[in-house]
């Protein structure tokens, strides 16, 4: 099969598999805000934010590394495995030990079973992760997307169960460890094919990934102090409360943003490492993704912005009104957010991701001081624009690394942005012009707004950008 077939039978595996499981998110969000109260969300956002910081030391950037190299080697693929398995299980000990410290520093109690459970993850998740990543390179990815929505499937049926049952913020740490241990089951089952670890390990032959990880590894922590730094100031400066409002608007303007992108650049990935040498087509490709995901993530990011307050009660029922004004603040976030996800497949295929360690090094040092500052004057409004004025100056260093990986990359850019902003613009005039004569409120209104925005856009795009040779030519542009 060639390497444009597998791309774009990847594509279309890792589609089906992100609408599948952003529609269970939704769902599970849209059940558990009419049962759970914000406090529990915001219990449950900081118990993530330390299983997340303790889980970037136990990668060490090898995912990257071994699609980078296309690593076959037995010997070298066991080393990794066990080194992953021992550091789990170095994490697990590691954050029973922290606990008590977290729980004084929130000033929670409850965040110390729920830390205590959550960090069970550890003990096992790192037994599968090997094979994930060898489907990946492998371009495997109809075994990753059955994976994620059986996972997630099982996980959000158990939390919703155990949350009608009375557990609380424990319906959503067991129903994570379902999904999680089920993920696990499945990526060794899916992936032993590719991989069988054999008793061999000697650190010394994990060196050049090592090497190459370093710099991963350091853009993934500095990257998570400054993505997380808004959630860590509001856990601590305006409480758990405040957090789970916040944490459900981002939720809502972010998720479907953070999980699309990533599992198409999945794909983008290992289809332009095996194309770095050839740089014509190498830089077609990356401006085709760029395109893509300008013209998929606007109208959607622009249709929301202008339903919030219809959505946000649908989804959520009565009494959330609080996070009209973050979903937009959000919305323009997760705009910028699109445009500069896309830069690791080019830092990573280069074999740079120096780049990436020096980009995230200057956003935290940008973002962690407006946050705190504009955290601490407006709160939790004053977090979200502080992390909108981050994302700018982010998206504009992205730009000039960008250009120096891809020659005379910005004009094209630019010209390729014009088009889907305006028809956002043109998109959200004209259900403002509907919600100004015929209200918002109620499925009825919401539906209409959704449709009226859909046929606008469209009929836009296949106007004036697609026609549909054009979609048949991006769709095997790769």
């Keep these: 099969m060639s390497l444009k077939i597998k791309a774009i039978n990847s594509g279309k595996w890792l589609t089906v598999s992100t609408v599948f499981q952003t529609l269970i998110q939704f769902a599970q969000i849209a059940v558990l805000a009419r049962l759970l109260d914000p406090v529990v969300f915001g219990i449950i956002a900081i118990s993530n934010l330390i299983i997340a910081f303790f889980g970037i030391f136990a990668n060490l950037g090898?995912?990257?590394?071994?699609?980078?190299?296309?690593?076959?080697?037995?010997?070298?693929?066991?080393?990794?495995?066990?080194?992953?398995?021992?550091?789990?299980?170095?994490?697990?000990?590691?954050?029973?030990?922290?606990?008590?410290?977290?729980?004084?520093?929130?000033?929670?109690?409850?965040?110390?079973?729920?830390?205590?459970?959550?960090?069970?993850?550890?003990?096992?998740?790192?037994?599968?992760?090997?094979?994930?990543?060898?489907?990946?390179k492998e371009l495997q990815f109809k075994f990753i997307a059955f994976i994620d929505i059986i996972g997630n499937l099982l996980g959000s049926s158990v939390t919703i169960y155990l949350a009608y049952q009375g557990y609380e913020e424990l319906s959503l740490v067991y129903g994570g460890l379902v999904m999680h241990l089920f993920r696990t089951v499945l990526e060794i089952y899916f992936g032993r094919r590719l991989f069988r670890p054999t008793w061999y390990f000697n650190i010394r032959e994990v060196g050049d990934h090592l090497k190459f990880g370093l710099y991963n590894f350091g853009e993934n922590f500095v990257n998570y102090i400054q993505s997380n730094w808004d959630n860590i100031i509001i856990g601590k400066v305006v409480g758990p409360k405040y957090l789970g409002i916040y944490s459900l608007a981002m939720q809502l303007a972010v998720?479907?943003?953070?999980?699309?992108?990533?599992?198409?650049?999945?794909?983008?990935?290992?289809?332009?490492?095996?194309?770095?040498?050839?740089?014509?087509?190498?830089?077609?490709?990356?401006?085709?993704?760029?395109?893509?995901?300008?013209?998929?993530?606007?109208?959607?990011?622009?249709?929301?912005?202008?339903?919030?307050?219809?959505?946000?009660p649908l989804f959520y029922g009565d009494g959330w009104e609080e996070t009209f004004p973050l979903v937009r603040i959000f919305v323009f976030v997760s705009a910028i957010g699109c445009l500069t996800h896309p830069l690791f497949t080019l830092a990573y295929s280069k074999g740079k991701p120096k780049y990436m360690f020096y980009l995230n090094l200057v956003n935290f040092l940008v973002k962690v001081p407006l946050v705190y500052f504009f955290g601490d004057k407006w709160g939790v409004i004053g977090v979200a624009y502080a992390l909108l004025l981050a994302s700018t100056i982010h998206l504009l260093l992205n730009l000039g690394i960008t250009q120096l990986l891809i020659k005379d990359y910005f004009g094209t850019w630019l010209k390729e942005l014009v088009k889907p902003v305006l028809f956002c613009s043109i998109m959200v005039l004209g259900v403002y012009l509907y919600k100004s004569q015929f209200g918002y409120q109620g499925w009825a209104n919401t539906l209409a707004e959704i449709v009226i925005g859909a046929l606008i856009y469209l009929s836009l795009t296949f106007t004036f950008k697609y026609s549909l040779s054009d979609l048949k030519e991006l769709r095997g542009g790769l």
């Design 62 to 136: 090898f995912t990257n590394s071994i699609i980078h190299k296309q690593e076959n080697d037995r010997n070298v693929l066991s080393t990794v495995y066990f080194l992953n398995i021992l550091l789990g299980i170095a994490l697990f000990l590691i954050v029973q030990v922290a606990s008590p410290f977290i729980v004084a520093f929130y000033d929670e109690p409850r965040l110390d079973t729920v830390i205590g459970y959550s960090s069970l993850v550890f003990l096992f998740v790192y037994f599968g992760s090997i094979h994930t990543i060898l489907l990946k």
């Design 255 to 312: 998720y479907p943003i953070v999980k699309l992108n990533p599992l198409i650049l999945q794909v983008v990935y290992p289809v332009i490492a095996k194309i770095k040498e050839d740089e014509s087509r190498f830089k077609r490709a990356y401006l085709k993704v760029v395109e893509l995901l300008s013209y998929l993530n606007f109208p959607l990011l622009a249709g929301l912005f202008i339903t919030v307050e219809s959505v946000v």
